[in-house]
């Protein structure tokens, strides 16, 4: 099992930049995929980046060029570097884990709002 933490939500602006983290509770070298997923009001949820133990990183069409995916193994912790924000990015973002390959994600966060807007 893995306990998944986030943080780093908040209120930003459009154009501006935000960093979240997401403090699992073993280390993720352990751990076969991490991604980033993201719920707007109204709205499914939907994932914005995924990476694997082997480092390979999806992003949807909607993030490319803007969000960043990385890992610290110091720090078992997965980062989602936002940049260029949109009002469209509104939503409560968590974080997700698979162990094993295979579909889905079993282990989530409890989610952290970011909140674009002038």
């Known amino acids: 099992q893995v306990q998944l933490v986030e943080s780093g939500g908040g209120l930003v602006q459009p154009g501006g930049s935000l960093r979240l983290s997401c403090a699992a509770s073993r280390s993720i070298f352990s751990i076969y995929a991490m991604a980033w997923y993201r719920q707007a009001p109204g709205k499914q949820r939907e994932v914005v980046a995924t990476?694997?133990?082997?480092?390979?990183?999806n992003y949807a069409d909607s993030v490319k060029g803007r969000f960043t995916i990385s890992t610290d193994g110091a720090k078992n912790t997965v980062y989602l570097q936002m940049s260029s924000l949109k009002p469209e990015d509104t939503a409560v973002y968590y974080c997700?884990?698979?162990?094993?390959?295979?579909?889905?994600?079993?282990?989530w966060g409890q989610g952290t709002q970011v909140t674009v807007s002038s």
């Open positions: 990476i694997t133990s082997g480092s390979s990183t």
């Open positions: 997700a884990a698979r162990l094993v390959t295979g579909p889905g994600y079993q282990y």
